[in-house]
């Protein structure tokens, strides 16, 4: 079996930690590949002994010729969640084109119980989850949960305006940091093993809107206050913002799911992959505020 091991969207911020990450754990340039749609993007791999592949997800024809020679193949999941199954086509091209090509285990990004989840684009990943389960490998399914990172996305508007509008409600919510969750994708990946496994990667603690803002109030000094409304008063001001139509029920169905209780799981997987206690999200507003608190 070959041990070289597969990465997909080499280029986008996930990918890039993982390899990061996988050779720290002292797996040699030459059983990494990365794969992205623009090899010219991965120069720097490239001089540093890493192979880079054309993988596109949209060109399957091509796709199995990328995936030749592979042992395991990480699969991260597409930002197409444009509401038309585009990015369960490019996964299920994907897939499938591992499997043609003799791919001897598949890895993928997933999210946490995608079969209960109110998210728009949960059967994305449900229905990748499947089409890798069929294909009999052996496979590794990471459920990676909040990213610390992503609540870059709507703290610097809400502390420069003091309020943050959350549809929420009581809901809590378990984040880790990003390149902590590519640390523990890594750690499983350079472990030669054929049992197929589940990982739910989350943070130690589950946090409520009010305890976040505190938090970030902590953190940079500045007022915060959380004003709750309702999902049509949320989807109103998303509208009246300028953001388009699509995203207003993607981001609409984020605060559903905070509010249903389905992002305040806590596992130890995480912390067992990568031998540590993951940074807390005080910790990481800290050390994170210049890039928030504007």
Known sequence: MSDTIFVTGASGQLGQLVIKHLLARGVT???IIAGTRSPEKLADLAAAGIEVRQADFENPQRLAEAFKGV???LIIST???DGADRRLKQHRNAV???AEAGVKRLAYTSMPNPASSLLTFAPDHLETERTIQATGLPHVIFRNGWYHENLL???PDALKSGQWHSATAD???SSAGREEMAEAIAAALATSTSESRTYTLTGTEA????EIADLARRATGKPLAVVHVTDEQFATGLKAA???DGFVSLLVSIEAEVRAGHLSIVTDHLESLIGRTPKRLADYLQEAKASYAV
């Open 207 to 210: 946090l409520s809107s009010e």
């Open 79 to 81: 930002d197409a969640v």
């Open 71 to 73: 042992g395991t193949a």
């Open 29 to 31: 340039p030459n059983r």
């Open 171 to 173: 809901g809590r919510t």
């Open 96 to 98: 499938l084109s591992a």
């Open 242 to 244: 300028g953001v388009p």
């Open 153 to 155: 996305r709507s703290l």
